[in-house]
C-alpha cells in the first residue's frame, strides 16, 4: 500500500500549456505539501494545507494553484508552464503541523519537463 | 533565515568502508535538525532527528548523527556501509516550532563492492 502517492510520475509538456498534478495520501493525516526540486537537486517547500486550509505560501508565482478537496487530496495546477518550470515536485503529508512531533511522509515525485 | 549546506554532491565508498556526510547550517535561532534518505525512484524518508537533549542521534540501520552548536553542523556517519545504502541523503532544518523544512542540495552516497 502505497501512503503517499502521486499522478503522474513522468509529465512532459510544451511552453504554456496548463497541467495538474494529483497526489493522495492514505494515512489519514490533515496536512499536506507540495515541493519542488530543481535541477540542482534543491528542494524547496511551495505550498502547505492543513485541513483543506492553505497555510503555507512561499511566495511562488500565482500560475501554481494549489487545490485540496478533502484531507486526502492535494492537487497542484500550473497555468502557461514556462521552461523554468521543469523540476520533480513532491508532494508530502504529515500528521499536524508540529515538525517535532509529526514526520512528513513524501510521496515518489512527479518529474515534469516543458518544453 | 535558515540554510543548510551540504559540500559534498557525491561520496563514493567501498562497501564495509566508514563514511561520514556533512551538513552545516545557519540559524539565528534554535532548530530541529533532520536528515532524509532518498532511494532511486522513491520519495524522500525521514532518517534520523535531533530535536533537543542527547546530541548524539542514531537510526534503526546503523546511521548517526551528531549535533555540534559550536560548529553548527549535524554530520550524518556510518561506520560500516553496505551496498544497500547508495541513495540521495538530504540534510534539513527547521526552526523550532514550525513545519516548515530547509533543505540542502543532497549528497549522494556512491557504495561499490
Known amino acids: 500500500d502505497t501512503a503517499v502517492s502521486q499522478t503522474p510520475k513522468y509529465l512532459v509538456t510544451q511552453m504554456g500549456n496548463d497541467k495538474s498534478i494529483k497526489c493522495e495520501q492514505n494515512?489519514?493525516?490533515?496536512?499536506m505539501y507540495w515541493y519542488k526540486q530543481d535541477s540542482k537537486k534543491f528542494l524547496k517547500i511551495m505550498f502547505s494545507?492543513?485541513?483543506?486550509?492553505?497555510?503555507i505560501n512561499e511566495t511562488v508565482p500565482n500560475r501554481f494553484s494549489p487545490k485540496s478537496p478533502d484531507k486526502a487530496h492535494l492537487n497542484l495546477h500550473i497555468n502557461s508552464l514556462e521552461l523554468g518550470d521543469s523540476a520533480v515536485y513532491f508532494c508530502a503529508s504529515s500528521q499536524g503541523q508540529r515538525l517535532m512531533y509529526n514526520e512528513q511522509f513524501f510521496g515518489p515525485g512527479t518529474r515534469l519537463t516543458v518544453l | 533565515a535558515q540554510s543548510v549546506t551540504q559540500l559534498d554532491s557525491q561520496v563514493p565508498v567501498f562497501e564495509e568502508a566508514p563514511v561520514e556526510l556533512r551538513c552545516n547550517y545557519s540559524s539565528s535561532v534554535s532548530v530541529y535538525l533532520f536528515w532524509y534518505v532518498q532511494y532511486p525512484n522513491q520519495g524522500l524518508q525521514l532518517l534520523l532527528k535531533y530535536l533537543s537533549g542527547s546530541t548524539l542521534v542514531e537510526s534503526i540501520n546503523g546511521f548517526e548523527a551528531e549535533f555540534n552548536k559550536s560548529q553548527t553542523s549535524f554530520h550524518l556517519r556510518k561506520p560500516s556501509v553496505h551496498i544497500s545504502d547508495t541513495a540521495e541523503y538530504f540534510c534539513?532544518?527547521?526552526?523550532?516550532?514550525?513545519?516548515?523544512?530547509?533543505f540542502g542540495t543532497g549528497t549522494r552516497l556512491l557504495v561499490s563492492p
Open positions: 534539513a532544518v527547521s526552526q523550532t516550532g514550525f513545519q516548515k523544512l530547509v
Open positions: 494515512l489519514g493525516h490533515d496536512t
Open positions: 494545507y492543513n485541513n483543506k486550509e492553505l497555510i
